[in-house]
């Protein structure tokens, strides 16, 4: 069986200076380096966090883009077929009045229900 102390070095109660790395800055140095390093990493931060916004606002023109160009395909389908849907009344008045009564007759039984 070993020995624990030869696993684990003891720590060194000499100074209270000297950290357990062999440190042998002032407090206050160590400090000013601390907030540097957290400076440094606020900087970084920042700049993370402005790359996520400028993605973020290009896949939003994308999907606006997008969806404007899905609403004016729509509206365009939807203009032809009204188009469409007037010449064919125009033509053939009476075949249109047919399909219009007969759709209402549909409608009446499906509700009656």
Do not use: C, I
């Not at 883009?65 to 004016?72: G, K, P, Q, T």
């Not at 249109?96 to 007759?105: D, E």
């Amino acid at each position: 069986m070993q020995n624990q102390d030869q696993d684990f070095p003891r720590q060194s109660t000499a100074s209270s200076s000297t950290s357990r790395s062999g440190d042998t800055r002032s407090p206050h140095a160590s400090l000013e380096t601390l907030r540097e390093q957290a400076r440094a990493v606020g900087y970084e931060l920042r700049a993370l966090g402005r790359a996520g916004v400028d993605a973020a606002e290009q896949e939003l023109g994308f999907v606006k883009r997008r969806s404007r160009d899905a609403v004016d395909s729509a509206k365009e389908r939807a203009d032809e077929w009204e188009h469409r849907t007037a010449k064919g009344v125009q033509e053939r008045p009476l075949r249109a009045l047919a399909y219009a009564a007969g759709v209402g007759v549909l409608l009446g039984l499906f509700f009656r229900r």
